[in-house]
């Protein structure tokens, strides 16, 4: 906070945020959040206490951060869509002292505690009274901010990052990249994502702009190209999925122009060489691509690469690249360093690490080890699981993962918490999670499971619902009379058929009828990568997720002249009553 304090002091009257209510200047920000910081210090909540966040991505969630930060206590973000039992789990891990909401969302918030069988205090950020309290210097080194990640275990998992990793990154950003006053960076994470530390620290520790969208804005393709245009944003961080769909939308349009957008960074997931000649075909060379890389665990990014001419690589991936300041990336294989060319896992040495993972010492034992390489008990270095291999002195190449950790849409998932809970179904008798990409439609998770009695994919996801957020439940369900076993009695992930050749197995096949449903088919064959679709199954039966769903209702529009909205698409549900509320448009 006393780093904002700084450049606040040399930015006063200077826009620190501008969003759709209009902009906030740096003093009233920092008055909110000095405030915010007195109130905390009040109610105890200061070093060593874990303060919650119970609000939507805007102005207020920043005050309170910062305000938080200033307390020296440690932020938790909470999204308000978490699941009952996903949010007891957080609670009673993270055990916070209070949680801060503002007054529109204080309501939801009340309920969603009480549903969740917690008794923390809830304090609207409106009604906080500071009293004359002496600002504090925290700490740096204790944890900061508490994020949760996926766990194989069935249960979610905190790293507690501090705030002197956190503001390393953001300094070597800043100055990696020459970003001062004029920049204009826009927050497009959730809150519950490390990157949207970045987003939002960024510009306020350069002394620019924060810009934030609306929540439609940040989920439709075609008004966030105009929104990034009209706000004259100059830099981007986006996962490679949100990248892909702003590319459609630029194709359908044919050209564009972002006169100010100077830089694009892209972490969280694969970036392929396509995804860039694609956005360079309607974009040409004026943006910078930038692939960052690096888990929650050693804070933000560890590694980047600045996209010139187009490496060639086995895989089609972009390189991770070079190490930032003050971090080293080892390529190791039975416990020596791997030559240029051999494949090891890639380990993160830095000594801007994260906490590990809060009040877990096991778990943090197990992935921040001594360096194999020394074994030395003092030189910790971190066990990422990816495998890599040096491309040359300095740049690395991502090869894969060694367990079932995936990546999907920017969001790391472990298959392992997927497949616990499908099996805590009291009917499930085996599950087993796979990433497909049948027929080169894009990554979906798929679920496979035996069980006592047929089961209907709605009934597993109501199930799933408590336990998982949207963004992890499988968009396909396949139930079979046994999982596919190898010579080690293993369920044989390779042998596990396309999803889409057992979809209709059991069922009549329903074939879409007239010209609104043929046409609407033909949409969907190509989204969803499957040669026929029945037009009773709803899309989200066949295996149509959020994603696909956003680029639906742009070929819906282009197909048919009729604005879609994501809602009809998913109550309306199937194609026969898709093709009839399209033809009820007239």
Known sequence: MHHFSRVSDQNTARTAISDPFGVVTYTTLQQHATSISAGLADDGAGPGRVVGLWM????????????????????????????????????????????????????????????????VPLRSIDTLSPGQTTPIDPDPHQPGYLLFTSGSTGQPKAVAGRSAGLLQFINWEIREFNIGAA?????????????????????????????????????????????????????????????????????????????????????????YADDVRRWRAVVGTTVELVNLYGPTETTLAKAFYRIEKLPDTATGIIPLGRPIDDAELLIIRDGAPCDAGVIGEIYIRTPFRSHGYYRDPALTAAAFIPNPLTHDPNDIVYRTGDQGRLRDAQTVEFIGRLDHQVKLNGIRIELGEVEA??????????????????????????????????????????????????????????????????????VDRKALPPPTALLYADDAFVAPQGETETRLATVWSALLGSEQVAADRTFVELGGDSLKAIRAVGEIYKAFGVEASLRVLFEQGTIQKLAAWIDAQG
């Open 421 to 490: 809970h499908l099996r805590r179904h009291v009917q499930v008798t085996a599950a087993v999670a796979v990433i497909r990409n049948d027929n080169g439609t894009g990554d979906r998770l798929a679920a496979y499971f035996t069980a006592a009695v047929p089961l209907t994919p709605d009934a597993l996801r109501e199930h799933l619902s408590a336990y998982l957020p949207d963004a992890m439940q499988p968009t396909l369900f396949v139930q079979m009379e046994a999982l596919p076993l190898n010579l080690h009695g293993k």
């Open 56 to 119: 939507p991505a805007g102005r207020d969630y920043v005050a309170a951060l910062l305000g938080v930060a200033g307390a020296g206590a440690t932020f938790l973000p909470l999204a308000m869509d978490t699941p009952t039992r996903r949010l007891a789990h957080i609670l009673t891990t993270g055990d916070p002292a209070l949680i801060l909401t503002t007054a529109a969302h204080e309501d939801a918030a009340r309920h969603a505690l009480a549903a969740a069988g917690s008794e």
């Open 183 to 271: 920049c204009r960076v826009s927050w497009l994470a959730a809150p519950t994502f490390d990157v949207s530390l970045r987003d939002i620290l960024v510009p306020l520790l350069a002394g620019g702009t924060l810009c934030i969208p609306d929540a439609d804005t940040r989920l439709h393709p075609q008004r966030l190209v105009s929104w990034l245009r009209d706000e004259g944003v100059t830099q981007v961080h986006c996962v490679p999925s949100l990248f892909r769909l702003l590319i459609g939308e630029l194709e359908t349009r044919g050209h564009a122009t972002f006169p100010a957008l100077q830089r694009i960074l892209l972490a969280g997931e694969p970036l």
